[in-house]
């Protein structure tokens, strides 16, 4: 084993894909990348870490309410430029070419070009840590869109890509093979 600062140690555990969240606050759209988030439940219900830093997190304290969108690889120059720039001085849709979709419980837009879309509401915000905890109210997936590829931070700049999938379900079923 090699010493690793400190610092970098989170980039051992980032979470699941990057991903876009969109907000509306004063009738205006707005998108953020984050990576920073995770799967509380089943219900479904997520949490994202965001604070004051962000533009989006005024919209996010106002309304309530976002929509999180899954990009896939071929968009990851998009999502990196989104991350780039700030929604205060920026409209993110037409700077990217992307399409704003009028979602249907929430009014936060989704995002077209993304392989999903997840509705959501603020259930919860824990200050301290810039916590926002969200239960999700509807969810959206484009089943033709061939892309389906998301990618992850590392932390320094860099993303991997997800590959191949392979199934364990027999192991988490119970039915162990022999040997294992």
Do not use: Q, Y
């Not at 998301?150 to 988490?172: I, K, N, Q």
Request: proline share 6%.
């Amino acid at each position: 084993m090699k010493r690793l600062p400190l610092k970098k140690a989170f980039m051992l555990l980032e979470p699941g894909p990057v991903v876009l969240v969109t907000t509306a606050a004063g009738g205006r759209p707005n998108i953020m990348t984050i990576s920073w988030h995770m799967v509380m439940d089943f219900a479904p219900r997520f949490a994202l870490l965001t604070g004051s830093w962000n533009f989006s997190c005024e919209a996010l304290m106002k309304t309530r309410e976002c929509v999180i969108a899954v990009p896939t690889v071929d968009l990851s120059r998009k999502v990196v430029g989104i991350g780039a720039c700030s929604g205060r001085d920026t409209d993110k849709f037409a700077e990217f070419g992307l399409t704003p979709l009028k979602a249907r419980s929430v009014r936060a837009p989704l995002v077209k070009e993304c392989l999903a879309n997840i509705e959501c509401r603020v259930a919860d915000h824990i200050a301290r840590h810039d916590i926002f905890v969200l239960d999700a109210v509807e969810a959206w997936i484009d089943p033709a869109r061939k892309e389906r590829r998301t990618f992850h931070a590392v932390g320094d700049g860099t993303f991997v890509v997800d590959g191949r999938t392979f199934s364990h379900r027999e192991l988490m079923a119970g039915k162990l093979p022999p040997g294992v």
